[in-house]
């Protein structure tokens, strides 16, 4: 079983990446694939044997692209504020948090290539953040503001993360998200704050263009 450490990930993400400005988000500077399709089977075979996860960090996804052009444009949401951004990827939305001025930002996400990843994306940025591999669905920290893009994809997870979110609520953060239409979205829970029209990868998609509504739970 191969070890991932934070420097051959790092090396692997250099090896399978270009530095690439998300199209919803050109202020801010990311390692991506360039070759969505080929990098997605690549990294599922390497990493097949040790039992990680595809490379969801690798790809701007609309419903975090969506978030973060919130967070840019409505800088007030997240300044002077603590902010945890969960299940961050490649640190998109937490850049955004930084840029926009909040006090401090941890970003959260169990896949080990994140941290890694987030790291050579603040340096392309010129941001700092903190950054955790530990799972924190159910913690209270009390965090000011907590952001999630695109975590709706299947009924699982919704079904863990809708009353972690609504407890942090009723606590006081303001947890806000950013979804594309996925088919698990709790829509009865959420209120709308913006609609963009985002382009995203085809070969990962359904469209070139995903409708992302940015939502906050009530």
Known sequence: MRRITADNA????RANTALTRPPHVP???????????????????ELAEIGLPPPFWA???????????YVL??????????????????????????????????AADIDPFSAPACALNMAENHVLFETT?????????????????????????TETLTPWFE???RAGSTVIVGDPGRSYLPRERLS???????????ALE?????????????
């Open 59 to 69: 790809f701007a996804w609309a419903g975090g692209q969506g978030l973060a052009r």
């Open 10 to 13: 790092a090396a692997f993400i």
């Open 206 to 218: 359904d469209a070139e263009v995903k409708r992302t509504t940015v939502w906050q739970f009530t």
């Open 167 to 169: 407890r942090l609520s």
């Open 73 to 106: 444009d409505h800088p007030e949401t997240v300044r002077d504020r603590t902010v945890l951004d969960f299940a961050t990827g490649s640190g998109l939305v937490a850049i955004a948090a930084a840029m926009a001025g909040a006090k401090r930002v941890m």
């Open 27 to 45: 202020e801010i500077a990311l390692h991506l694939a360039d070759e969505a399709h080929d990098l997605w089977q690549r990294t599922e075979e």
């Open 192 to 202: 709308e704050l913006a609609v963009y029209t985002v382009p995203v990868t085809r």
């Open 133 to 157: 591999q530990d799972d924190l669905v159910g913690v209270a920290s009390g965090w000011d503001v907590v952001l999630a893009g695109d975590v709706f994809y299947d009924r699982a997870m």
